[in-house]
């Protein structure tokens, strides 16, 4: 995502994803990955004037120059205030019912619903043909975001008396004019493209869900590897509801096909033609297309990582099979599923002065084995490996079986040696995740054994510093802290009840 400005005056945006709306000027917008805007600007002469991108979350910015002498520079936008982003979130989170999100309507589980049809109810910004122009002059150019960023923004649209954040973040511009959606009115319609025609004879829902503290990303809280295909029919007018019940924005994009976005147009023809729009944090939009193709169309967010989590779903049109599902099905089926099937492995082994900490995760999209491992230079050691499983759709709850395996001192002597126990006991419980993160635990051997145990891991204290502590039930507990030297490794230091005081490195993966 970048916003887009220009120091020689405002810019006339004339098109959007390659089709014409009505000129309007702006002094700034902000741009999603895979959006297209063409733009006119004017050069007046003897100086050089910038074109900023500047990424959305102001880390960086690049530049084109039009015109030749003294430099103009764009504007500078300020940095992030991430304290009264997060300030922001937190009124917005507790103001909202996050079972429903932006939901202006009850969701169910149904995706697709027919209506009767006779119911009388930049890392990179490619710029193409942008040649340098002397002296006062016009120039055209066509702006294509093709980065794979993945920024926060907060939305724009209102709940109640409390104003959230939205094209015009960041805030304070001014009496700047920033291009939103509802700016655009579309013009000089392409024949070629249909424009869909009465009451919609398909409705379809479609919920961004995620969670971000796992980077697991869907729609309806099921993946495309997990998902039916959406049926429609061709001749169809079919309208697409979004809501967006995570915290991201989502830039989504249906292929083969123009829709038309809804906003505050008097009719459908005069809504804006696009083949991706940005469906910003809490917020819901439609979009309206006619069905007149064939086969399957891929739709997804294209913010990749979210794409290859599993947001997305295929369009299929009824009675039609595209070629590579006829010819190599597998290769079809291998296609669904490298869209949330994947399986990722995390974790770190400290060596400290008193013992060896490892703990690693292997997890997938509802499902995740967490190993950890204490060993001290003593032979005494504790291990436990646990299978979980997501229980509900934010992925704060698991139910999991495990195994625990210990070897201690018992605090008895016999004939002048120290007496060693062993234990190997099966667990069953459920983890939850609470506020600040907090993750409790509660669980129950095959002894009749019963631990609560709190903790909380990586609780930044600095850029690179982190603390964690734990404590469960059974008297045992630790805090340590680490700080960060590269992406593999760390300083570490940790007092733990049963090994002690100790400090060391830790490799991280």
């Avoid at 995502?1 to 009505?22: C, E, H, I, N, R």
């Avoid at 530049?63 to 300030?87: H, R």
């Avoid at 511009?173 to 009451?199: C, E, F, H, R």
């Avoid at 005069?270 to 729009?277: N, V, Y």
Wanted: charged share 20%.
């Amino acid at each position: 995502y970048f916003w887009v400005q220009y120091a020689g005056g405002k810019m006339q945006v004339v098109a959007a994803d390659g089709q014409d709306v009505q000129p309007v000027n702006v002094d700034k917008f902000l741009i999603a990955t895979a959006e297209t805007y063409d733009v006119i600007i004017h050069i007046p002469a003897n100086n050089k004037y910038e074109l900023r991108a500047t990424s959305q979350d102001i880390s960086g910015y690049t530049s084109a120059f039009f015109g030749e002498g003294n430099l103009v520079p764009a504007p500078t936008i300020p940095k992030v205030d991430y304290f009264k982003i997060m300030q922001h979130m937190n009124g917005m989170m507790s103001s909202m019912n996050m079972t429903m999100g932006a939901s202006k309507t009850p969701m169910t589980n149904v995706e697709v619903h027919n209506i009767d049809m006779h119911d009388s109810s930049m890392n990179n910004m490619k710029m193409d043909d942008m040649s340098m122009m002397n002296d006062s002059s016009m120039h055209n150019m066509n702006m294509q975001n093709n980065s794979g960023m993945d920024n926060m923004k907060m939305d724009g649209m209102n709940m109640g008396n409390m104003k959230m954040y939205g094209f015009d973040y960041p805030p304070d511009n001014g009496n700047d004019v920033v291009l939103s959606y509802d700016m655009l009115k579309a013009a000089n319609n392409d024949a070629a493209i249909p424009t869909p025609q009465g009451k919609p004879d398909r409705i379809i829902n479609l919920t961004a869900t995620g969670n971000m503290l796992r980077y697991v990303w869907s729609f309806n809280n099921t993946t495309l590897s997990d998902a039916d295909k959406i049926l429609i029919k061709k001749g169809e007018h079919v309208r697409v509801i979004f809501h967006n019940n995570t915290m991201m924005e989502h830039p989504l994009h249906l292929h083969g096909h123009f829709f038309r976005l809804s906003n505050n147009s008097n009719s459908l023809d005069d809504e804006p033609l696009k083949h991706t729009f940005n469906l910003p944090p809490m917020q819901t939009d439609t979009i309206d297309f006619a069905a007149d193709e064939e086969k399957d169309w891929f739709f997804h967010c294209h913010t990749l990582y979210h794409m290859l989590s599993g947001m997305a779903r295929v369009f299929h049109y009824d009675s039609t099979l595209p070629d590579v599902q006829k010819q190599d099905p597998q290769l079809y089926k291998n296609f669904t599923n490298d869209h949330g099937r994947h399986t990722f492995l995390w974790g770190a082994s400290s060596f400290q002065s008193q013992g060896n900490f490892t703990n690693f995760t292997i997890a997938g999209t509802k499902w995740e084995v967490n190993e950890e491992f204490k060993w001290n230079y003593k032979n005494l050691y504790e291990n436990e490996t646990m299978f979980k499983r997501f229980l509900d759709n934010r992925q704060f709850l698991t139910g999991f079986v495990g195994v625990y395996n210990r070897r201690e001192e018992t605090g008895e002597i016999k004939n002048g040696k120290k007496l060693i126990r062993d234990e190997n006991v099966a667990t069953v419980g459920v983890t939850y995740l609470l506020p600040l993160f907090i993750m409790a635990e509660g669980r129950v051997d095959n002894t009749g054994h019963f631990r609560l145990k709190l903790m909380r891991n990586d609780l930044a204290l600095s850029r690179r510093a982190r603390f964690s502590v734990a404590w469960n039930t059974d008297k045992e507990y630790m805090f340590g802290a680490k700080y960060v030297v590269a992406k593999n490794l760390a300083l570490t230091g940790s007092y733990d009840s049963d090994y002690g005081w100790g400090a060391g490195i830790s490799l991280v993966y």
